[in-house]
Nanobody, 115 residues
Framework: QVQLVESGGGLVQAGGSLRLSCAAS????????MEWYRQAPGKQREVVAT???????TYTDSVKGRFTISRDNAKNTVYLQMNSLKPEDTAVYYC?????????WGQGTQVTVSS
């Protein structure tokens, strides 16, 4: 059973930074595509960033140049470094991965950016 546990959310002023972490267990972490999603109130969940098993990364346009996704396979952990945060980044952030055709989600961590 894959388990994902996020941490690192909080309240920050616009322009500030946060680093989210997602610890994975129950999976061959190094082989997995890992993803960060977010869901703002009243909006659909959207993918923010992805990182492949060979550390190829992708970002949604709104976070390019501000967010960085990375992974530490020795620690079974994926990170999301968020800089120059904006109020529109306020959302619950989720870590996710797919294994054996089933998608797994963490419990989410709240990020609130005040103006």
């Amino acid at each position: 059973q894959v388990q994902l546990v996020e941490s690192g959310g909080g309240l920050v002023q616009a322009g500030g930074s946060l680093r989210l972490s997602c610890a994975a267990s129950g999976t061959i972490f190094s082989a997995n595509l890992m993803e960060w999603y977010r869901q703002a109130p009243g909006k659909q969940r959207e993918v923010v960033a992805t990182i492949s098993s060979v550390a190829y990364t992708t970002y949604t346009d709104s976070v390019k140049g501000r967010f960085t996704i990375s992974r530490d396979n020795a620690k079974n952990t994926v990170y999301l470094q968020m800089n120059s945060l904006k109020p529109e980044d306020t959302a619950v952030y989720y870590c996710s991965t797919v294994q054996r055709m089933r998608r797994y989600w963490g419990q989410g961590t709240q990020v609130t950016v005040s103006s």
